[in-house]
């Protein structure tokens, strides 16, 4: 059997060249609303904030995303209500910062957050200050007196 230099078992997984994929951004449907976490609760429970209320409800993640997709405070996710319990949604997509870009260009996230983020994008322009340059012999001034340091003391 040959050794391998290379690594485990992921490196040879790339080597198919199966592990690239490109995403594609789920939007919402008729039972799904879009949710950000306010708070992890431990054992895949989280509190979060659903729809453009507000309003704080308990979110589950699903089974088969557990161990495979990491939620945290702050994160947007999609949510799926429960037809039998009111109070609790499920967490079936998590989204990354190019799919909440996505969602902003095409306005699917409430109006208030998109007004929010194109908030943060604009740049605030500063009135420039100018600093004279010094003269080539010129030393800067200074209030202080210049102390004299002995090399051979230290």
């Given amino acids: ?3 391998n230099n290379k690594g485990g078992k992921n490196h040879r997984r790339s080597a198919k060249g199966t592990h690239t994929k490109e995403r594609v951004v789920p939007y919402k449907e008729a039972d ?3 949710a ?3 708070k992890p609760l431990g054992e895949c429970r989280f509190e979060c904030q659903l729809g453009p209320q507000r309003t704080t ?3 589950k993640v699903r089974g088969k995303m557990r161990k495979r997709a990491w939620v945290r405070a702050g994160d947007w996710v999609l949510c799926s209500t429960r037809e039998f319990q009111e109070g609790k949604v499920d967490i079936i997509h998590v989204y990354r910062d190019d799919d909440l870009k996505v969602l902003r260009r095409f ?3 409430w109006p208030d957050v998109e007004a929010e983020a194109e908030a943060e ?3 605030e322009i500063l009135p ?5 340059p010094l003269a080539p012999n010129q030393e800067p001034s200074s209030d202080q007196d210049k102390v004299d340091i002995d090399i051979d003391a230290i």
């Fill in 107 to 109: 306005g699917n996230l």
């Fill in 32 to 34: 799904q609303e879009y």
């Fill in 36 to 38: 950000q976490i306010v």
């Fill in 57 to 59: 409800i308990l979110a």
């Fill in 1 to 3: 059997m040959t050794r």
């Fill in 128 to 132: 420039s200050t100018e600093i004279a």
């Fill in 121 to 123: 994008t604009e740049t």
